[in-house]
């Protein structure tokens, strides 16, 4: 493992919970805002370390990643969405057992940004509430729950061989093959050009 074994939570770890760690599991399990509103944490550029605190419409990104199999958000620059992301997709792989979560950026530097603060917020959770990784390294994070989140830029063959539960795309000029259900015509589109295309046929979810 390329990491400080004192950061992470070893596979497998015997340990004892308290009846109260369980109460928190539990609800971390249930409800990915619990997670992410008393677990998660961020780096902020001048003040450090801090607590995750979401906005209105971050809340409603997380309603929307959870309740739909489809998403597709548009919004502008520095507003915290690949925050939210992480912690969601941290949540995931840790609650949802034996799931494979690819982040996709058309940049190299856009998925490994997103992959430093999984690290950042996994490192900072209890041992109580966090799965055991069997690697880690600044690609790809697995766990002992047999999930994982893989980060790749995109090419022709990003995700090849994988059986996908989550694909998160980064960047509107990330480029996704998509195939029309009637017609099982597949074409190459830009994410802004999907947004848009969804968008007019009233099917955005928001």
């Known amino acids: 493992m390329a990491a400080d074994n004192s950061l992470i939570k070893t596979a497998h770890k015997k340990q004892v919970f308290t009846e109260q760690d369980l109460i928190e599991f539990a609800k971390c399990l249930e409800d990915p805002h619990y997670f992410l509103d008393n677990y ?10 801090m607590s995750y605190t979401a906005f209105e419409y971050q809340k ?12 597709v958000n548009m919004l502008p620059r520095q507003t915290g969405k690949t925050t939210t992301a992480a912690g969601y997709l ?5 609650f949802i057992d ?6 996709a950026a058309h940049k190299h530097t856009g998925a490994m940004e997103i992959m430093s603060r999984i690290r950042y917020a996994y490192e900072l959770c209890p041992d109580s509430i966090r799965a055991g990784v069997t690697s880690y390294n600044k690609q790809s994070i697995e766990f ?17 061989g994988m059986s996908l ?11 996704v093959r998509i195939r029309n259900k009637n017609t ?13 295309r969804t968008y007019n046929a009233n099917q955005i979810i928001t």
């Open 184 to 196: 099982l015509v597949e074409e190459d589109i830009s994410l802004v050009d999907l947004y848009s």
């Open 40 to 49: 998660f944490h961020i780096q902020h550029p001048t003040k450090g370390k």
């Open 60 to 71: 409603r990104l997380i309603d929307s990643y959870h309740d739909n199999r489809f998403n």
């Open 144 to 160: 002992d729950n047999g999930s994982r989140i893989v980060a790749q830029t995109t090419t022709p063959t990003t995700g090849r």
């Open 90 to 94: 941290l949540w995931y792989a840790m």
């Open 98 to 103: 034996n799931s494979t979560i690819l982040v």
């Open 165 to 175: 539960s989550l694909l998160y795309c980064l960047d509107g000029d990330t480029t």
